[in-house]
């Protein structure tokens, strides 16, 4: 559900800590850095990666997968089938 300005209340529950929002880390982007969770309780990921259209979700999946990309065994990015190797079939919605 892009576009909306608001955390819905899934959204609440999934960020807690944040209102309902992904937050960036770059305060530098004056207010601009907080991404509201846009996700339904219809969202049968318990942990989105943005499948859904919320864009906070995403963003936080893309950027834990870059940092775990780190760990690949051979320095470079971990694929689809790697990561479904090493943590399970519902890679990357762990």
């Known amino acids: 559900m892009p576009g909306l300005a608001f955390p819905t209340a899934e959204g ?8 309902g929002c992904f937050e960036r880390g770059m305060p530098e982007l004056d207010g601009m850095d907080r991404l509201p969770c846009t996700c339904t309780g219809d969202c049968s990921r318990p942990n989105c990666s943005g499948h859904c259209g919320c864009e906070a979700c995403a963003l936080a999946t893309a950027i834990l997968l870059d940092q775990l990309s780190i760990d690949s065994p051979d320095g470079h990015a971990m694929s689809l089938e790697e990561g479904r190797t090493r943590f399970g079939p519902d890679w990357p919605n762990i």
Request: glycine letters at 0%; hydrophobic letters at 25%; zero cysteines.
């Open 12 to 19: 609440l529950r999934r960020y807690p800590a944040t209102k």
